[in-house]
């Protein structure tokens, strides 16, 4: 049983485009959940938390939402600079983050 | 603050050698964690470590691997007798006691280990 999954795309959009990602988790007590970066052949970065009351940063928004276990990513304005592979991530306190295999942005011009 | 720093950055061994990996956290975290992808997949969580002690090893093969993290000085991860398979990227990432923030983990650049 997959813990985290995610649409692993690609996601082709052009340049200003809005596009979301959705992510579902099975670990109803999984109590963190983070949205990561990686870049082709880099180690993930961490992009933001997610929290039940929904977060925002610049064009990025996340949200959960527990009743259905899913987190969303929206991006808006897409620039060529958010083509990357976005990890979605569960956790519980000190315990091993568990990541979702990826979904891929390709931001077109 | 440095952040996480993983060396070496690219190894290449010979199967049947041995491959040390190591790994130094951020100042001030005190909780260290494994992960191994291959190439085209996700991340999979190998150990988890805190100074002196071993928390959670579930993700490890029980033969070959080891790691440890001791009072002084960087985590290792110990591959003994690699074979082609163990080619991956293994990441190291370090986060901060419990008490100071929740479980936000940061990234090394990795070690991109390759057995011929």
């Known amino acids: 049983r997959k813990e985290v999954e995610q649409d692993p795309g690609p996601f082709n959009v052009p340049e200003g485009a809005t596009v979301a990602f959705n992510c579902t988790y099975s670990?109803?007590?999984?109590?963190?959940f983070f949205w990561y970066r990686q870049d082709c052949r880099k180690e993930p970065k961490l992009l933001m938390s997610?929290?039940?009351s929904g977060n925002e940063d610049g064009r990025f928004t996340a949200q959960l939402n527990r009743a259905s276990q899913y987190i969303s990513l929206l991006i808006r304005d897409s620039k060529l600079s958010d083509s990357a592979t976005y990890l979605c991530?569960?956790?519980?306190?000190?315990?091993?983050?568990?990541f979702g295999k990826g979904t891929r942005l390709s931001v077109i011009a | 603050n440095a952040g996480v720093m993983q060396n070496p950055r690219h190894l290449v061994r010979r199967r049947g050698q041995e491959a040390r990996l190591r790994c130094s956290p951020m100042?001030?975290?005190?909780?260290v964690y494994w992960y191994r992808q291959l190439p085209e997949e996700g991340l999979k969580f190998m150990v988890y470590?805190?100074?002196?002690?071993?928390?959670?090893e579930s993700g490890m093969p029980k033969e070959r691997f080891s790691a440890e993290f001791p009072k002084e000085g960087p985590s290792i991860l110990r591959i003994q007798q690699v074979v082609r398979g163990d080619s991956a990227a293994y990441f190291c990432?370090?986060?901060?006691?419990?008490?100071?923030?929740?479980?936000?983990?940061?990234f090394g650049p990795g070690t991109r280990l390759t057995v011929l």
């Open positions: 100042k001030g975290h005190s909780h």
């Open positions: 997610v929290y039940s």
């Open positions: 670990n109803s007590a999984s109590q963190s």
């Open positions: 470590l805190q100074k002196e002690n071993i928390i959670d």
């Open positions: 990432a370090s986060s901060p006691p419990r008490e100071v923030k929740g479980n936000e983990q940061f």
């Open positions: 991530v569960g956790g519980q306190g000190n315990t091993p983050l568990v």
